[in-house]
């Protein structure tokens, strides 16, 4: 998959659109220091999106905007198996993978 297009919108959103649903426009928010998929605007064409598709565009506009590391260390573990395939396919050091301790 390959991020098409992002830009800026009103109150910090990001809106983006992406090569495997060009019919779709993407709304981002961001929460503490990164995005993630906040609603999508337009027609479902071939598929329906699956998580997975919901994680890798979240990965691509965090890679775009520099906000890859707060992303990845906030991660499920479930998810973290995309991420991983994900940090491997794109040849990106796998250290990003080490989560930050929890502060109170």
Avoid: H
């Amino acid at each position: 998959m390959k991020l098409i297009q992002w830009s800026y919108t009103k109150r910090y959103q990001v809106k983006a659109i992406f090569d495997e649903f060009p019919d779709m426009i993407l709304i981002f928010r961001t929460i503490g220091s990164y995005y993630f998929v906040f609603t999508t605007k337009g027609s479902i064409v071939d598929r329906y999106p699956t998580r997975k598709d919901y994680v890798e565009m979240e990965l691509l506009i965090n890679e775009e905007l520099q906000t890859l590391p707060a992303y990845i260390n906030r991660k499920s573990s479930l998810e973290m198996k995309w991420v991983e395939a994900w940090l491997r396919e794109k040849e990106l050091p796998l250290n990003q993978l080490e989560v930050l301790p929890y502060k109170e």
